[in-house]
């Protein structure tokens, strides 16, 4: 292909929550494009980080793997100076680490909704301004945040998971707003059900009750694969998206199109 708009040739990317699901396929996805990844995920999860490491480096990119928990703004400040440190830069931010919880909402306690918010919220909000200070003087960044579909729809017994994920389509906005003017582009992605170890692992439905929500809510007939979401990932990173800011791209089978 000669077209070079989407090639991600000598970019840094970070990934966090990148060890396995979502994130580990994005990370593989934009090796692929040519950029250079750092894998981050907890500290427990750091032996499927560095699988994850090694697959890239096999690929012919750089890569190595942090321990970097996004509730520890401290962690975060740390890990990411490390890696621009370690890489030479860092172009590309993907904040997809989040957690999911299931409670109806009269059930949910304050520790389920601090645990929540505090990945999928505050977590991407500290790792978009730890990054955008080493972004700001290159001018040049492309911050992408995985959002949901349930960014723009309700779903029951998700009170912590759906604001969280509201508020990150909000936060894109905003940070999109304030940090154009440097060379960087926020944007998020919102991925429908996507079959990652994590989705499985909550999902505790038969596969009855699975099939009638998939047959009344996807239209797709079946959920996603994470390799349905590296396109956007890529073409979001990419100097072909220059202009494009503030967006939130939907990736979810059409379920949000009902
Ligand atoms: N799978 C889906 O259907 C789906 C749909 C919409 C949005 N998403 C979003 O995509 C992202 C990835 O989801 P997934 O399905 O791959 O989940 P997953 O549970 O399979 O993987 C999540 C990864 O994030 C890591 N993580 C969790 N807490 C962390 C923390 N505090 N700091 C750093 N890393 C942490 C986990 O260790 C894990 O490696 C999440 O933000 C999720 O909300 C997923």
Redesign the pocket.
Known sequence: MNYTGLSLEGKVALV????????KTLAIGLAKAGADVAI???EE?LN?AQSVESNIQDMGQRSASYA????DVAQIQEAINTIVKDFGRLDILVN?????QRQAALDVTEENWDAVMS??LK?TFFCAQAAAKHMIPQRFGRIIN?????SLVGAKNRAA?CSS?GGVASLTQVLALEWIQHGITVNAI??????????L?ADTRTQEELARDLSENMPLGR??N?EELVGAAVYLASPSASATNGHLLVVDGGWTSR
């Open positions: 966090t929550g990148s060890a396995r699901g979502i994130g981050s995920d907890l999860h499927g970097l928990d996004v509730q997809n680490a989040g957690i999911r990945t999928n977590g995985i959002a949901s579909q349930f998971y994920k919102g991925p429908g059900p996507t079959e990652t170890p994590g989705l692992q959920r996603m994470a």
